[in-house]
């Protein structure tokens, strides 16, 4: 069974920081394109970072950009979103979304995880 | 950055009835580059729809799409009452994607 599984979220403060994990299985992971893709509460759905299947190609959305950082370790089957200096505006459901070989769209999604930022 | 708007913003419709949902771009988006999904509430989205008109693995044919340039819609036939839900498009583009605001599917 195709299966990716998000953990790592939960309440944080202003300007703190979280790692995300999103481990996957079922599929061969390494020749996935992987991304995490947010959705805040009532809000609708925004792509945040992409990491290729090397990890030789990485893509920021704008209202993350120098502050997450995506990673991942083919090893371990493994994505990762470092997320630091978090903002009120960084608390949603953090998916991660796969895309296979050159594709340009998202299958297999894990279950989200919530990351929530207040003091 | 291309921005899709979908429309309506609300559709409420019956079981059996025909669905049709907008999606138009800001600028012109290639077909091979636009996907449709079905968000349920509580639910991770599922891909429907990829290339603007082929159905993803085990979507059934009463989903359709089709469309090209900045202009694309999402068919669904006859509606069934596990067809309420929120339906998103999204693009790629230049290192970037997009999805739309969202088209929520209402029994009437």
């Known amino acids: 069974e195709v299966q990716l599984v998000e953990s790592g979220g939960g309440l944080v403060q202003p300007g703190g920081s979280l790692r995300l994990s999103c481990a996957a299985s079922g599929f061969t992971f390494s020749s996935y394109s992987m991304n995490w893709v947010r959705q805040a509460p009532g809000k609708g759905l925004e792509w945040v970072s992409y990491?290729?299947?090397?990890?030789?190609?990485?893509y920021y959305a704008d209202s993350v950009k120098g502050r997450f950082t995506i990673s991942r370790d083919n090893a371990k089957n493994s994505l990762y979103l470092q997320m630091n200096s978090l903002r009120a505006e960084d608390t949603a459901v953090y998916y991660c979304?796969?895309?296979?070989?050159?594709?340009?769209?998202?299958?297999?999604w894990g279950q989200g995880t919530l990351v929530t930022v207040s003091s | 950055e291309i921005v899709l708007t979908q429309s309506p913003g609300t559709l409420s419709l019956s079981p059996g009835e025909r669905a049709t949902l907008s999606c138009r771009a800001s600028?012109?988006?290639?077909?091979?580059?636009l996907a449709w999904y079905q968000q349920k509430p509580g639910q991770a989205p599922r891909l429907l729809i990829y290339?603007?008109?082929s159905r993803a693995t085990g979507i059934p044919d009463r989903f359709s799409g089709s469309g090209s340039g900045t202009e694309f819609t999402l068919t669904i036939s006859s509606l069934q009452p596990d067809d309420f839900a929120t339906y998103y498009c999204q693009q790629y583009n230049s290192y970037w994607y997009t999805f739309g605001q969202g088209t929520t599917l209402e029994i009437k």
């Open positions: 979304a796969g895309s296979s070989g050159g594709c340009n769209w998202f299958d297999p």
């Open positions: 600028q012109s988006v290639s077909s091979s580059y």
């Open positions: 290339g603007a008109s």
């Open positions: 990491i290729s299947s090397s990890s030789s190609t990485i």
